[in-house]
Nanobody, 124 residues
């Protein structure tokens, strides 16, 4: 198993940037594909993006393509979510998640381990 802890959240003005970090411990980080999800108040948890185990491939939800970038450094057991050109509709609690599965997953139920989330308010 792996433990995940998000950090870097905080209030950002519309148009601004923020980088979230997800630090992993407890297992071999490179064994897991990683994803970021977010959940706005009153809404279901939403897929944001995914990065492959080595980091060679990424996939993003249409809502964040061109604005968000996922990266990872397995030597540091860390995955990042770089968020640029933030919009009020990006306001949510952001979660990182890990899966040992080999299929391409965008649903929360397919992820085995979760961080506790970090808040990103983007006021209008």
């Amino acid at each position: 198993q792996v433990q995940l802890v998000e950090s870097g959240g905080g209030l950002v003005q519309a148009g601004g940037s923020l980088r979230l970090s997800c630090a992993a411990s407890g297992s071999t980080f490179s064994s897991y594909a990683m994803a970021w999800f977010r959940q706005a108040p009153g809404k279901e948890r939403e897929f944001v993006g995914r990065i492959s185990r080595i980091g060679g491939r990424t996939y993003y939800a249409d809502s964040v393509k061109g604005r968000f970038t996922i990266s990872r450094d397995n030597s540091k057991n860390t995955v990042w979510l770089q968020m640029n050109s933030l919009k009020p509709e990006d306001t949510a609690v952001y979660y990182c998640a890990a899966t040992s599965g080999t299929s391409y997953y965008t649903e929360p139920g397919n992820y085995d381990f979760w961080g506790q989330g970090t808040q990103v308010p983007v006021p209008s």
